[in-house]
């Protein structure tokens, strides 16, 4: 595992960076060809070489595909994120149409699984719950096949997916804003025909999409979420044509049907058209400019159903997990990404009679830069485990009651790691401009960039305030079962023995890193019990009193907020203890107890106030604590050392960090490269 990670390391740090940095270039970016040379409408998106070039690097790479393969066990899906964190900030964005080609190879295999299920049980129609009931055999093969294409590390096969849900009325709010509708065909297909506002990785080869089937005879369909169904629908034209399992004669017959295939579209002068799709214009963004994004009209373009009628927004559920986790992976890479180019820059910039690497200053904020970027990776992997683990038990048969209880922390988390890495990224990704200076605003350095692309991360796949009503969802539907994994987890983790102390640690190091894991875990303890007790108070895990949980909607971003901080901080003490790296120690201090948030501000002061209304022994505890962290405090000495070694990235123990000598800047410029 490790000398895959590393060779595509540097891949990444050459070849890759190269690419990205150049398809960021204006003359780079999609545009939209309407007609051809003879006057006849071909809506053809034209990408550059380069971004062609990351399809087939992520095919070859298995980006996607290692998440299936699962050559690492319960561990493949950590193996594919690591690589994922890596490609991002040098993909140009393509990690985009890959989280939507996972996410809708998640729903495939588990589809495929349900029905294997169903079929086994001899059941046609599942349990009401269920988004799937048995599958037509021409269906069960297409879903195969498409799931194929989508897991493929052959660059000639390999599909992307696109993901097109927004509308005119927004996107988020599914069960207002579709209007598409499904019109059911002899052939068992669907005819669909609306207008999609807002669709990333225009160039994909298929796309998921909901739409609202109409009633053959009324000619009506159903409103809300209810009346909502999913179809997949080919984009390109030569790839309708899906046979049956009874004619199936190999992948490669299959594609010489299609591509000699007429079934109508906008265009109509080849097999590479689109499937009655007319493609409006581009998108001019903000940022993710290298990511082809249109606005376009489905005109009856070919789809099928692979949903229960009606069981749209619970199919899609699916996809949203795996799409999330991407999201949260790609703001932990552009914030290392960011940390590492202002790392490199401080060893280079002399501003005052000085190198950078000696203002304290500066060092502080690369230092809590570095803090804030290992606290959303950690968060992230953290959720990631979770989901490798669900998956390993789903594909081997091997289920147990507690991976129901790992679904139900994953269904928690997911919305939260989401939102908190989402924001963070873009606070990290301004920082590092600022550390440059006034040549971090100078377009032609490719450190602007980041923050434009960052900036799509709280917004895509949720904004923090619909994540924030996706936590109160669970919250209510699940009762306190939630809650109470949650809390539970936090406890478990910040009660993991540490782990064997270095052997270059001295003794009075050793009793300083336990005095700080101490009063971290008892703040985190602390801030567990009073976001509990906010929860209870609120009344937000009953369902039944829904007036009581709407009048706390208007805090419910800064739970949100306060779980994450509370959570993030049990598993930095949990990674401090098993690493026993003085770095770590400093990090889960830092977060918990430092300046990071105030005094131990884990929890927002709004709530804070609130239960210490109505529990003053909450707020007598957090006076004790006040105290244990002052008596435990790390001398200034200490401070200046933890503070060098994390910006620098250098071993506290060495004389760098104590400000003896200079920093090797050479192996600091070799590091920005990832």
């Avoid at 992976?329 to 000085?354: E, P, Q």
């Avoid at 098993?578 to 889960?588: F, G, I, K, Q």
Wanted: proline share 3%; charged share 25%.
């Amino acid at each position: 595992m490790s000398e895959e990670l590393y060779r595509f390391g540097g891949r990444v740090a050459y070849e890759l960076w190269r690419d990205s940095h150049a398809m960021d270039q204006p003359a780079k970016r999609p545009r939209l060809r309407q007609f051809d040379d003879w006057g006849r409408r071909v809506d053809e998106v034209v990408t550059c070489a380069e971004w062609k070039k990351m399809k087939r690097v992520a095919s070859e790479e298995g980006i996607v595909a290692h998440g299936y393969v699962r050559r690492f066990g319960s561990a493949s899906r950590l193996f594919q994120f690591a690589k994922l964190y890596m490609f991002h900030p040098s993909s140009g964005m393509f990690t985009c149409p890959l989280a939507m080609t996972d996410g809708a190879a998640r729903m495939f295999e588990r589809m495929l699984a349900h029905n294997r299920v169903n079929k086994a049980a001899g059941r046609v129609v599942a349990r009401s719950r269920s988004f799937v009931d048995r599958l037509s055999p021409h269906t069960e093969w297409l879903i195969s096949q498409a799931f194929q294409r989508l897991t493929s590390m052959n660059a000639q096969h390999f599909w992307t997916s696109g993901q097109w849900m927004t509308e005119r009325k927004g996107g988020s709010d599914v069960g207002d804003g579709t209007e598409t509708v499904a019109r059911l065909q002899p052939d068992g297909s669907y005819k669909l025909s609306g207008f999609k506002w807002f669709t990333s990785a225009t160039d994909a080869d298929m796309t998921i999409t909901l739409a609202r089937i109409e009633d053959a005879q009324t000619g009506k369909t159903v409103g809300g979420s209810r009346g909502l169904s999913c179809f997949l629908v080919p984009v390109q034209r030569r790839h309708i044509n899906f046979t049956g399992p009874d004619d199936y004669a190999g992948e490669d017959a299959v594609e010489r049907k299609c591509q000699s295939a007429s079934t109508g579209g906008v265009a109509d002068h080849g097999g590479d058209t689109l499937n009655a799709i007319r493609i409006c214009q581009m998108k001019d963004k903000l940022g993710t400019k290298q990511l082809p994004t249109a606005e376009l009209e489905l005109v009856g373009s070919t789809g099928y159903l692979i949903s229960k009628p009606g069981r749209g927004v619970a199919t899609i559920v699916n996809m949203i997990n795996v799409t999330r986790l991407y999201n949260s992976i790609c703001a932990s890479g552009f914030m290392r990404r960011s940390v590492a180019l202002a790392r490199d820059y401080t060893h280079r910039r002399t501003a005052f009679g000085k190198c950078l690497t000696e203002h304290a200053l500066h060092l502080e904020t690369l230092a809590l830069m570095e803090i804030k970027t290992r606290a959303s990776l950690l968060f992230t992997l953290d959720a990631v485990n979770v989901l490798g683990r669900i998956e390993q038990a789903e594909t081997s048969g091997r289920q147990q009651s507690g991976d129901k209880s790992l679904e139900l922390l994953l269904r928690l988390v997911t919305p939260l790691v989401k939102l908190f890495t989402g924001k963070i990224a873009v606070d990290v990704a301004s920082e590092g401009i600022e550390c440059f200076g006034g040549q971090g605003y100078i377009e032609t350095t490719g450190v602007p960039s980041i923050l434009r692309d960052a900036q799509v991360l709280p917004i895509w796949e949720g904004t923090t305030n619909v994540l924030s009503h996706d936590m109160l969802r669970v919250f209510a539907k699940t009762g306190s079962a939630a809650v109470d994994l949650l809390f539970g987890t936090i406890a478990d983790n910040i009660a993991q023995p540490s782990g064997t102390q270095p052997a270059h640690m001295n003794q009075s190091r050793a009793v300083l890193h336990d005095s700080l894991l101490r009063v971290s875990s008892e703040t985190v303890a602390h801030a567990s019990e009073v976001l509990r007790l906010f929860i209870a108070d609120e009344h937000m895990t009953d369902h039944r009193d829904s007036a009581r949980a709407k009048g706390s909607e208007g805090v419910s971003r800064d739970l949100a907020y306060s779980l994450s901080r509370t959570y993030v901080g049990s598993l930095l003490i949990k990674h401090a203890r098993w690493s026993n790296d003085e770095r770590d120690v400093w990090t889960a201090y830092q977060w918990t107890c430092g300046n990071l948030h105030g005094v131990g501000a884990l929890v927002a002061q709004c709530i804070v106030d609130r239960v210490g209304s109505r529990h003053p022994d909450t707020v007598e505890e957090q006076c004790k604590l006040a105290r244990s962290r002052a008596a435990n405090a790390p001398t200034m000495q200490d401070r200046a050392r933890f503070v060098r070694a994390l910006a620098l990235d250098i071993d506290p123990s060495t004389r760098e960090a104590q400000g003896h000598g200079a920093v090797d800047a050479h192996d600091g410029q070799n590091r920005a490269r990832l």
